[in-house]
């Protein structure tokens, strides 16, 4: 079974940091690209930060210049360091993946695959 398996949320206070991890976990051939959501109460989920195969980041402009998108290939993880929080901030966080795993004899390509959520609340 492939499962992303995320960890890190929590509650800050304004201007605090945390650090988010995603881990793929299962048998694994290659990971594409990665990426961060979050999903705010009665909001749709939007795009935070991605990472391509190239290691290349891109971000929404709501979080330019205080999150930080990496990955550890070796580890299959992606992470996302947020710095100077706000309580704007404050959603469910998901990670999703574009990769390929295998099946049987067979090798699987899950272009949307996603983690189930971490929680952050980021207090005034």
């Known amino acids: 079974q492939v499962q992303l398996v995320e960890s890190g949320g929590g509650s800050v206070q304004s201007g605090g940091s945390l650090r988010l991890s995603c881990a793929a976990e299962g048998n694994i051939y290659s990971i594409h690209s990665m990426a961060w959501h979050r999903q705010a109460p009665g909001k749709q989920r939007d795009l935070v930060a991605t990472i391509d195969s190239d290691g290349t980041p891109d971000y929404a402009d709501s979080v330019k210049g205080r999150f930080t998108i990496s990955t550890d290939k070796a580890k299959n993880t992606v992470y996302l360091q947020m710095d100077s929080l706000q309580p704007e901030d404050t959603a469910v966080y998901y990670c999703?993946?574009?990769?390929?795993?295998?099946?049987?004899?067979?090798?699987?390509?899950?272009?949307?695959?996603w983690g189930q959520g971490t929680q952050v609340t980021v207090a005034s």
């Open positions: 999703n993946a574009d990769l390929t795993y295998k099946y049987d004899f067979y090798y699987q390509r899950a272009t949307d695959f």
